[in-house]
């Protein structure tokens, strides 16, 4: 059941908002009403320490209550383009169809660059023109509109601060059924970064370490599917150092490196209770080879 005088997004041909059971207070008593919650998320460089977050979620609700916001993070490195657009690539997909993405890691603020809303894979994503959203561009269906429409932003809108007054606003009337297309003008070239590669010849495969995690693991360039068509004994070349592909970080001894598939399906390299940036001494841009080894190889030893 739907509130009435809302419209369901259509960005694709499986989006549905849930519905939920909300209480509601009338003067004598309580009562069970069924709406449409749509979900809002937001990626950002802001931190939590000042009040940008809380203002964008205010600008969201001063709009629409009837919504779900969910931080995926505000601990982007300042200004780390790449950085927002890996977090987005492994969060969103989580997320159900019709989830509206709100980004801003956006130092070109204020200056002719584009805010953008691009529907891709039955989800929207609202934000600067800057690459944010590289990860989702190779959906063949994907559609991007300009920021244009004044009666979609804010009252009065800042140079310096677009995640408020433009990006927070649009994804509000969107999540109240507003369709993209009249949030501005059809954009056919959205800014793309140029993607971490991965290079596959000889039986090896070239890549490097692309975000640094909070747990010091060396999250890579390389997918699971990339090592799958290298058989069952594999190294992993790092830092100088060669170290074997295991299943879970128990499977080495404390304190020892290795390499396995993390949750983001990519190729990580971790140390058991410990930091893999701070034992290799490696970094974003770091270059990692993966080889075929002898299955002696695979196992790290133990320590007592």
Request: net charge positive; proline share 7%.
């Amino acid at each position: 059941m739907s509130t009435p005088g809302r419209r369901r997004p259509r960005w694709g041909p499986s989006c549905r908002r849930r519905s939920e059971k909300r209480w509601h207070w009338s003067r004598t008593s309580w009562s069970i009403a069924i709406v449409d919650v749509a979900v809002i998320t937001l990626t950002t460089d802001f931190g939590t320490r000042d009040t940008y977050v809380a203002e964008m979620k205010a600008a969201i609700l001063s709009i629409t209550r009837d919504v779900h916001v969910v931080d995926i993070t505000h601990e982007v490195a300042p200004h780390d383009i790449l950085e927002g657009a890996l977090a987005l690539e492994a969060a969103a997909p989580r997320f159900p169809a019709a989830t509206i993405h709100v980004a801003v890691v956006d130092p070109g603020v204020g200056t002719a660059r584009r805010g953008l809303a691009i529907a891709s894979r039955d989800q929207v994503f609202v934000g600067p023109d800057n690459g944010l959203f590289t990860p989702f561009l190779g959906d063949p269906r994907w559609r991007a509109f300009e920021l244009t429409a004044p009666e979609f932003r804010g009252a009065l809108v800042s140079r310096t601060f677009h995640g408020r007054d433009i990006f927070a606003p649009a994804a509000a009337h969107l999540a109240r059924g507003l369709e993209p297309a009249r949030l501005g003008p059809p954009v056919t070239d959205p800014v793309r970064l140029t993607w971490p590669q991965v290079r596959v010849a000889g039986g090896r495969i070239g890549g490097a370490v692309v975000h640094i995690d909070r747990f010091g693991n060396l999250v890579t360039s390389i997918h699971a599917d990339a090592i799958a068509t290298l058989g069952a004994s594999i190294a992993v070349r790092v830092a100088g150092r060669t170290l074997p592909l295991v299943r879970t970080y128990g499977e080495l001894g404390r304190g020892n490196p290795g390499a396995l598939v993390g949750s983001s399906n990519r190729l990580e390299i971790a140390v058991n209770a410990g930091s893999a940036a701070k034992a290799l001494r490696a970094g974003r841009g770091t270059p990692v080879v993966v080889s075929r080894s002898s299955p002696v190889a695979r196992r790290a030893p133990r320590r007592s």
